[in-house]
Every structure is written in structure tokens, then in C-alpha cells.
């Protein structure tokens, strides 16, 4: 596996001996001839002719599994439609280390340009939760990713509609009484709302206007090429959102309101289910398509309709076209086929109703088993599981619509076919292991596979993940990646159950998402081939100028067979961080479609025990990270509030209606960081009470209570003060409604400025906005009567701060007129305060008073307000000195010196006042000196 693995990485070289035996031997081998080996197609996103070819070689190739040497299959989707190319792609490959466990990854700085410099919070009042401590931010890496063309405006827009949909079925179950949240309703209903914009027209990328740019000869280089292959970027999109169609359908819904089980043994089988739903859905369009085209050609008689008896025609149809065995007229020529290659083309699409059909069709002699008995057990199995699939376009859809919220069809369809039958069976398929030709894939290759097949998960293939080393039948019909998938989810199915089923069922998944994640994204991404033949390595597309460029398939190519084995943590981050802004597009809402549809969005390990303890990081950094590409705070918020919290043992708690302690924590750095207080909060009205603008609900309010948008606003502001922002605290707390908090502010902002020492031009500006703000404060809540501010400080019992505040006001006014040297006004002033002691008496009431201030006002604002009146005192006694040598009457001279007495009187006043206040810094002995000179 680690040869197999370098040889993707590089596209081609590598040796390395292969130890043990199993896939892994095989791959290890088949790496060391990569090199060699022409590069072949094989996954439903890559484009080239139809055809899966019946001559060659049939190993699966090392870089794909693929046959070698055979033509590339058609490209195909759900709907059997051709997937383009694409012109750029993404970087060399990406090991399991880089991609696995990617959400839980150190902090990417840097969001090139958008909303928010970082979405990333702090901690503060709600503090930082798990979730958040460990997110990831994805725009750094799709900055870095150039684009085919910018992202198109309708399509974010129509997202953001669409999610803000969603946000509004989850308020309305809060406001019917408490009602639990039908997450998977709305996780479905997102589906298709973004099939319905991708169905519109409305692409990703902006197609449009990237062909007038290339049109008007200018400097853009997209072509009609680049055109169709950012257009093929939603193809993938919509085949992903496919994949999530099928595992939402098939994952068990608990009775309270749509969250699955977890890690169950019927949860990770119902998964498997998904899987094999959307595998066989996709390949039965394919199969119809290709008839259909044919027919519309000429070449083929028109045939039934698409149910399973028409289906088994179809069927015969396709391998008639796959065989050549069909000419221009619509004649056929040629031996007649086996019939067990029509019956696999049935088992894989799941439909054994077509498969029964097929097997009265087609003569006894024609299976090449050694007794009618060998044939009639094959008949029973098929009998069987008919049976059960009854109606249903196959027996992967009648387990999802006989399951009900305890998955009891998937028990049903488990034990359909009768034991003695799987065990014939068995045997059948050993007996044919010893007589398969190779590695070819003929009829006894058919024969083998569907032999597999019919033992339901009981061949050593498929209990341990791996292919059987003797003989290798198996894997016979696995031509594409498709069907390699197919066979191992068929056999992780089909395990039984016991006491180690669920790991056993573990094992067998993962083992498929570890082999794909060996490959890596190299293998499937059709990014182009050098002159050999082998994929363009990272020097090759670095040389060529498309190394930043978006893999051909935005990097849904790998992250749809990661999808399909249960890696969800690395299909998704995979996808964000090579796919540029539309990967970040894409992997944000598809995350969040399956995390409401009760899938968790993390890897599938075995044991089960390395599963992340923490299901809501990839989610939560896809969201927080797509949040901050956002240009308005609005939609912003229909995002983050989708955040979930994570509960006991990693079980997400979003599903209650209610928005999480998490997501609380991202709106609060949203409010900060944004800076759209007016959109998201409102303003204050003259009242205080806080209003919309524009008269109807802000932002907040429309998903938070009156309470919960004041301690978001007052968390905030906490925030903006620890970035150094008090301008934007004191408007946060003043729409908060905290007007406690808000004078509390003032005050400590107030007090720190009146003494600037040095002053620079910034201080200064800071000085005047401070000042402007508390005059305006006064001006509108504490003059005039009782009012809202005034009531909320009183039922909070808080009045006193306004005593603070005026105090701090004056004390600014006093502080300016010291520094215009307006003596005589300052000491008037800071007389009248009543701050210092006039006579013996009051000494000891004042420094009580002193004792009582706020501590926004001691320390070096108290003590330069004493050392300020000190000088006050001493320059008004030595003006009035002065003037003692002029001609005074009597009475004036006895005038001035009784004024100098008193302020002498006031000066040792203060001067004991200081020493029982015992401030420091050198206070009180430079009013001593002061006070001496005033004889």
C-alpha cells in the first residue's frame, strides 16, 4: 500500500516490496509497473468515450482501478449525463495525514480581504468551547487556490436564502410551544433548494460574465473550455449532494426529531446502505442512458420502460452494446453472451426483480455450473431477495422504505435468503475461484463475482475488506471505481449480525476509505497527463502554470469515493482547501446537510474508538470560515448561528430549535469584528431603549430574545475592550441596555485621561472623544427627569456611579483651567467639589469620603488633583503677595491678608488631609515644600 501510495504521488515509479497478501499485496504490486502503465479512466467524474471494455487485461490499475489497456468508461451521473473536463487542477497528492483529521488542525491566519480578519474568538464572556478552540479557518487555503472565474453573487445569495430558510423553520418550532427541530426535514429541503439553484442556471462560478471578459479580447484567459470546466465544478457538486440524498434517506431518524443513533451497528450499516443506494441509482441511469442513446441513433429496437422487467431488457441491451455485438441496423451478431453478465450489470444496480427475470430468460446450459442443483441455489438466493425487493427499483430501496426509525427492513433483508442457501452458495463461489481464468474478465470472472455477490458478505473478501489472494475472482467486474466501491460496501452490508458486527462492519469500511486515501487525490483527480502517459506530477503542473489552480472536478473526484467509504471529515476538508472559494462553498453546505440529516461529519475509523470524541469541528469550521468570506454581516449570521454545541461523547446538541453556547461565541466576534452594529443591533433611541433603524426587527433580535442580544452586546464590548476598541465597547454596552457597565466604562476611560502626561496628537483625540461622548451621555440621559437610563440604574441599585461620573466631568473641567492657569476658577471649582477639608473638623469626614471614591479615581488621578490644588493655592497667595507692595487703603490691605491667611489655612489643611490619605508618588512632600513657601 505504501509503494501503491508513492507511485500516486508522483504518477508513476516507485518499487517497494509488497508483504502480505490481500489488496494491499496487489496495489504494492501494481505500483512497481506504474510507470509503465498507460493511465486509464474509471471514475464517474473523469470525461472520454463510452465503452468499459471486455478485451484486456482486466487488473485494476495501480493508479486507478480501472482495467489497463481498456478504452475509459463513459463519464456518467446520476441522470446518465456526461460530465465535461476542465481545464486546471489541483496540487500533487494529498496523504491520509494531511486530509484526515484536517478540522482538527492548527488555526490558519489570514482571510484575504473578507468581512471579518478572522472569525476565530476569544475567550470572554461565554467563553471558548472545545469546538471553537480547535476550528479551522479554510480561507487562507482557498485564497490561495486561483479560480476559473469569480464566484457567482446569485448563487452565494441563493444559498444564504436558502439557509436563512432553514433558520426560520428552526424558530418557528421554537415559538409552537417548544417543539422539537425536524432537522432531517430541513437537511432534505436544503438538498433541494440548491438543486433547484443549480438547476436555474445559477452556476458557482460566474460563467457569464467570464466569457464576455474572454470575448472583449481583454486579459482574461477563460475560454469556452475553462467556461464548460467551471461549469463541471457544480457537477461534482450536484453528485455529492446525490451521495447525501441517498445517506439521508437510508440513516435512522430517532423518534424526537431526526438525529441518528451514532456509531451504531444499524447507523453504520444504514450508511453502507446510502452508499450502495447511490452507487446502484447512478449506474442504473448510466445503463439507461446508454440504451437510449443508442435507440435514438438507430442502433437498437426501442424497449421497455425502466421498471425491473423492462430493466432486465435494458440490461441485455447494454451488454449487446458493450460487446460490439450490435451493427449499424440494430441486427446483432456474434455468440450469445453468458447470462452472468447480465446478471452482475443486475446485482449492480441492486435489482434482483431484473436479475429474475434475466435468469428465465436465458437457457440452463448457458450458466456452466455442474448440476441443476448448483443452479437452483442460485435461483433461491435470487428468489429470495426478489421477494424482498417486491416493488421497489431495488432491494436497497425497499430496506430504506420498510425501515422505519429502527432500520427493523435492513434486519428483514439480512435474513431473507435462508442460511442453507447462503452456505451452497459458498461453496459455489470457492468452486469457482478454483476454475477463474486470472485476472480477465470473461464469463467466468462474471460468474465469480456474482457467486460473491450471493453470499452475502460471507467470502474471506468480504469479511475483512480485502480481495481473496487465491485466485483473485472477486474483483473481477470492478472496471471502475464505482464498482469497486459497490462490491466492498455489498460485502460490509452483508455482514451478520453478532456480538462484533458493528466492527466488523467498521473494519470492512474503513478498510475501503483507507485504501482510497492511499491512492490519493492523484489517482482520481483528471487533472491531465504528461507525454508518458501518467498524471501531471506537482513540478509538471507547477511548469505548466496551473499549480494553484482548482482540481478538474473543484475536488469532488476524491472526496465523492472518500463520501461513499464514510470519510466525511476528509471528502469535506479536502474539498475546502483545494477547491477553492466554490470547494468552500460547496463543503460548507454539504456538511451542513448531512450534519442535520444525523450523519457526523468525521471519518469512519476501525475501531470505532478513534472516531473524533468532538463531531462538530469540521462543521463548525466550515461554517465560521465560509462566514468570514461573506461581504455583509447579515448573511453572516444565518451561518454562524447554525454552529453547534457538542455534547456527552461528541453527540451534537443543534437539533432543539434553540442556537447553541457556540455559535453565541462566533456572533459575538461577529459583532466586534464586523463592526455592523446598526444592521445587527439597531440603535438607541433618546429613551435609551434600543430600536430598529429601519423600523421592523435587527438582525439579532430576529434569532435571539431581548436578554439573549444584551448579554451577546455586553460580551462583545468585553471582547472590543480587550482588542483596545473602548469606542466600540461604549456603544455595544449602550445598545446592550447596560448602563451600569456603560458609566462604569465612562469612569475608568474618564479617569485614566484627565492627567496626560507628554500628550501626543492620538491621547489628545482620544481625550476630546471620551469627553464628547460622556457630555452627550449627560446631556441625554441624566438631565431632564426620571427616564429609562435613570429607572436601570436604580433597579440595579447603581446611582452612585452617576456621583462618579459628575465628579470625573468636573474634575476634567477643573484639570483644564489648571492648565490655562485660571487659577482662581480651578480652586473655586474644587472648592465647591467639597473634595478637600475647609476647617479641622471635617478633616476626618473627608478622608472617609476619600476612602468611599471609586477606584477609577484614586491613585494618580486623586493625587494630581491634590497636587493641582496645592498649586492653585500657592499661586493665588503669591498673586495676592504681590500686590501687598502697591497703595492699598487699610481696609484693602486687611482684605489681603486675610486672604492669605485662609489660604495658608486651606494649604496645611491639605496638607494633613494628604498624610492620613497616605498617598504616594511623592504627593505630599512636594505639597509640604509648596505649602512652606506660603508665609
Avoid at 467466468?444 to 489472494?469: E, F, I, K, Q, W
Wanted: hydrophobic share 40%; proline share 4%; glycine share 12%.
Amino acid at each position: 500500500a505504501a509503494a501503491a501510495a508513492a507511485a500516486s504521488s508522483g504518477g508513476g515509479g516507485g518499487g517497494g516490496g509488497a508483504a502480505g497478501g490481500g489488496l494491499a499485496a496487489r496495489l504494492a504490486q501494481e505500483a512497481q509497473t506504474a510507470a509503465q502503465t498507460p493511465r486509464i479512466g474509471a471514475a464517474a467524474w473523469a470525461s472520454g468515450p463510452s465503452g468499459r471494455g471486455d478485451t484486456g487485461p482486466a487488473t485494476p490499475h495501480a493508479l486507478r482501478f480501472g482495467p489497463s489497456g481498456a478504452p475509459t468508461p463513459m463519464a456518467y451521473d446520476r441522470h446518465g449525463a456526461a460530465i465535461g473536463g476542465n481545464q486546471g487542477g489541483g496540487g500533487g497528492r494529498l496523504d491520509g495525514a494531511d486530509i484526515g483529521g484536517g478540522a482538527a488542525g492548527a488555526t490558519v491566519d489570514g482571510s484575504g480581504g473578507n468581512l471579518l480578519e478572522s472569525i476565530y474568538p476569544t475567550s470572554g464572556r461565554f467563553g471558548t468551547t472545545t469546538s471553537s478552540d480547535r476550528a479551522v479557518n479554510f480561507v487562507s487555503d482557498a485564497a490561495r487556490v486561483v479560480p476559473p472565474a469569480p464566484l457567482s453573487e446569485g448563487s452565494i445569495n441563493d444559498h444564504a436564502i436558502l439557509v436563512a430558510a432553514l433558520n426560520d423553520s428552526r424558530r418557528r418550532a421554537g415559538e409552537g410551544g417548544g417543539e422539537r427541530w425536524q432537522a432531517a426535514a430541513s437537511a432534505e429541503q436544503l438538498v433541494d433548494g440548491i438543486r433547484g439553484i443549480l438547476s436555474t442556471g445559477v452556476t458557482t462560478y460566474c460563467t457569464t460574465a467570464a466569457a464576455a471578459a474572454g470575448g472583449r479580447g481583454g486579459t482574461s484567459s477563460m475560454s469556452a473550455a475553462s467556461i464548460a470546466a467551471a461549469q463541471a465544478v457544480d457537477q461534482g457538486y450536484i453528485t455529492a449532494l446525490d451521495v447525501a440524498s441517498s445517506l439521508l434517506l437510508m440513516t435512522p431518524k430517532n423518534a424526537v426529531g431526526g438525529f441518528g443513533a451514532g456509531r451504531t451497528t444499524s447507523h453504520c450499516r444504514s450508511q453502507v446502505l446510502g452508499s450502495l443506494h447511490h452507487l446502484a441509482e447512478q449506474y442504473r441511469s448510466h445503463i439507461l442512458a446508454t440504451v437510449s442513446r443508442s435507440v435514438m441513433a438507430g442502433s437498437s429496437s426501442p424497449l421497455g420502460g425502466g421498471g425491473s422487467d423492462g430493466f432486465a431488457a435494458n440490461v441485455a441491451a447494454f451488454v449487446d452494446l458493450e460487446l460490439g455485438r450490435v451493427t449499424p441496423t440494430g441486427a446483432t451478431s456474434g455468440a450469445a453472451v453468458s447470462p452472468w453478465k447480465r446478471m452482475y450489470h443486475c446485482l449492480r444496480c441492486g435489482d434482483f426483480v431484473a436479475a429474475l427475470a434475466t435468469l428465465d430468460q436465458m437457457p440452463a446450459s448457458g450458466y456452466d455450473l455442474d448440476s441443476a442443483a448448483d443452479l437452483a441455489t442460485v435461483a433461491t438466493a435470487v428468489k429470495c431477495l426478489s421477494a424482498f425487493q417486491g416493488v421497489k427499483r431495488s432491494i436497497w430501496l425497499a430496506a430504506a422504505e420498510t425501515s422505519g426509525a429502527s432500520g427493523g427492513g435492513i434486519e428483514i433483508l439480512l435474513s431473507s435468503v435462508p442460511s442453507d442457501v447462503v452456505t451452497s452458495a459458498i461453496e459455489l463461489y470457492r468452486a469457482a475461484t478454483m476454475t477463474a481464468t486470472g485476472c480477465n474478465v470473461d464469463d467466468s470472472g462474471y460468474r465469480t463475482v456474482c457467486l460473491s455477490l450471493l453470499c452475502l458478505g460471507s467470502t474471506p473478501r468480504m469479511n475483512d475488506g480485502s480481495d481473496a489472494a487465491d485466485g483473485n475472482g472477486a474483483s473481477f467486474a470492478a472496471s471502475t471505481v464505482e464498482d469497486y466501491l459497490y462490491e466492498g460496501c455489498w460485502g460490509a452490508f452483508f455482514q451478520q449480525n453478532t456480538d462484533t458486527a458493528v466492527s466488523v462492519v467498521n473494519g470492512v469500511v474503513s478498510s475501503l476509505g483507507e485504501t482510497v486515501r492511499h491512492f490519493g487525490p492523484s489517482h482520481f483527480e483528471d487533472d491531465g497527463e504528461t507525454g508518458e502517459g501518467r498524471p501531471l506530477g506537482t513540478a509538471s503542473r507547477t511548469a505548466l502554470g496551473i499549480a494553484n489552480h482548482p482540481p478538474l472536478s473543484g475536488g469532488w473526484a476524491f472526496a465523492i469515493p472518500l463520501m461513499a467509504c464514510q470519510q466525511f471529515e476528509s471528502a469535506l476538508t479536502y474539498v475546502a482547501k483545494v477547491g477553492g472559494p466554490a470547494g468552500l462553498l460547496q463543503a460548507t453546505h454539504l456538511a451542513l446537510v448531512l450534519h442535520l440529516g444525523g450523519v457526523d461529519v468525521v471519518d469512519l475509523r476501525s475501531p470505532p474508538l478513534l472516531v473524533s470524541s468532538d463531531r462538530s469541528i469540521l462543521l463548525t469550521s466550515l461554517l465560521s470560515s465560509y462566514a468570514s468570506t461573506l461581504t455583509k454581516a447579515a448573511p453572516a449570521l444565518e451561518y454562524l448561528v447554525l454552529i453547534p454545541d457538542s455534547g456527552p461523547n461528541g453527540a451534537c446538541m443543534s437539533f432543539t430549535g434553540t442556537i447553541s453556547r457556540t455559535a453565541k461565541v462566533y456572533v459575538q466576534s461577529l459583532i466586534v469584528k464586523s463592526g455592523a452594529f446598526d444592521d445587527l443591533a439597531g440603535v438607541v433611541s433618546p429613551d435609551g431603549s434600543r430600536i430598529s433603524p429601519t423600523g421592523g426587527q435587527a438582525l439579532l433580535d430576529v434569532h435571539f430574545s431581548g436578554s439573549e442580544v444584551s448579554d451577546l452586546l455586553c460580551a462583545a464590548s468585553d471582547e472590543a475592550l480587550r482588542r483596545g476598541n473602548g469606542r466600540d465597547a461604549a456603544e455595544l454596552l449602550s445598545l446592550a441596555g447596560r448602563y451600569v457597565e456603560l458609566l462604569s466604562l465612562l469612569n475608568t476611560e474618564l479617569a485614566s485621561l484627565l492627567v496626560i502626561e507628554d500628550p501626543d496628537q492620538e491621547m489628545l483625540e482620544k481625550r476630546v472623544f471620551w469627553r464628547t461622548a460622556g457630555d452627550n451621555f449627560h446631556s441625554i440621559h441624566l438631565t431632564g427627569g426620571r427616564n429609562h437610563v435613570l429607572a436601570n440604574l436604580e433597579a440595579q441599585n447603581r446611582v452612585d456611579l452617576t456621583s462618579t461620573f459628575a465628579l470625573i466631568m468636573n474634575l476634567m473641567v477643573f484639570f483644564d483651567r489648571c492648565q490655562d492657569r485660571d487659577w482662581g476658577g480651578a480652586w473655586s471649582l474644587i472648592d465647591e467639589l467639597g473634595l478637600f477639608p475647609s476647617g479641622e473638623d471635617g478633616v476626618s469626614q473627608k478622608v472617609a469620603k476619600y476612602q468611599a471614591l471609586d477606584s477609577a479615581l484614586k491613585g494618580k488621578p486623586f493625587r494630581h488633583a491634590v497636587a493641582c490644588t496645592m498649586e492653585s493655592l500657592f499661586q493665588q497667595h503669591s498673586a495676592l503677595k504681590s500686590r501687598l507692595g502697591s497703595s492699598h487703603t487699610s481696609h484693602e490691605a486687611g482684605s489681603i491678608h486675610q486672604r492669605l491667611g485662609d489660604l495658608r489655612k486651606r494649604a496645611r489643611l491639605l496638607v494633613t488631609f494628604a498624610g492620613l490619605c497616605r498617598l504616594d508618588g511623592g504627593v505630599s512632600a512636594k505639597i509640604a515644600r509648596m505649602e512652606a513657601y506660603m508665609v
